[in-house]
């Protein structure tokens, strides 16, 4: 399988989230000297400031320093997929992760969630006790991410339109993945336009699909294969 990772944009986060947390700290620790100064009001101010950076720093380690990384995961949990037919695209299109495959494309929608969550058609719920969420502060909440997904297809499908209308009609699945080893999933029902995999499904998922789904003709999927190599969007 082909890798195209945009390691320069995932650098660039990583060095911003680390950045936005250091700051926060600071700025924090700076609030507390004003305070024991009787300086309320900077005190109060540095508080919101340093909270403020703080929370923005966890957002993007969460997303771009917390380990495993979605790249890495789809890319071991896929290893079985091999040669030219598909190729994987992380952090380059409108959505972060991309399969071309012999069936056409899959958007990804990964979840970093480490613990038990409740999967019950439109209903998600997070299963860890109270305290443990309050810690995990400003980390995506476990929701159903329909409408982050239906914006992902969208920007794809304009995307591809923009540069060749008949790509635009290339057959486009949605999965969402749980990519923490300790995300432990309570399965009830399933949404079957949106199924959520974890990393130990992958290989299952795209046996699966190579077998029951109708294949791209070769010369469409090679003409799919060098919009999306052209298409870089980051």
Not at 8 to 13: G, M, N, S, Y
Not at 28 to 37: F, K
Not at 173 to 193: C, E, N, S
Not at 216 to 225: G, K, M, S, V
Request: glycine share 6%.
């Amino acid at each position: 399988m082909n890798v195209t990772t945009n390691q320069a944009l995932c650098a660039r986060r990583r060095r911003q989230a680390l950045l936005c947390s250091g700051a926060g700290i600071a700025v924090l620790v700076t609030g507390l000297v004003l305070n024991l100064r009787s300086q309320f009001g900077a005190a109060y101010f540095a508080l919101l400031v340093g909270t403020l950076c703080s929370w923005m720093g966890v957002v993007l380690a969460d997303r771009w320093v917390a380990i495993p990384r979605p790249d890495k995961v789809l890319q071991e949990g896929l290893k079985r997929c091999t040669g030219r037919p598909y190729h994987l695209y992380n952090w380059t299109l409108p959505p972060d992760h991309v399969l071309l495959a012999p069936w056409g494309l899959t958007v990804f929608h990964t979840m970093g969630h480490d613990g038990p969550a409740l999967i019950d058609g439109g209903r998600w719920r997070d299963l860890r006790p109270l305290w443990r969420r309050l810690l995990r502060f400003a980390r995506r909440p476990v929701r159903h991410p329909g409408e982050l997904v239906a914006l992902d297809l969208k920007a794809l499908r304009e995307a591809l339109a923009a540069k060749d209308a008949e790509l635009a009609a290339v057959p486009v699945d949605t999965v969402v993945l749980f990519t923490h080893p300790q995300a432990k999933l309570t399965l009830q029902r399933q949404d079957a336009a949106l199924p959520v995999l974890q990393p130990a499904d992958l290989d299952a998922w795209a046996q699966h699909a190579l077998r029951d789904r109708p294949r791209l003709a070769p010369a469409l999927r090679l003409r799919l294969e060098e919009l999306l190599r052209e298409l870089k969007t980051r």
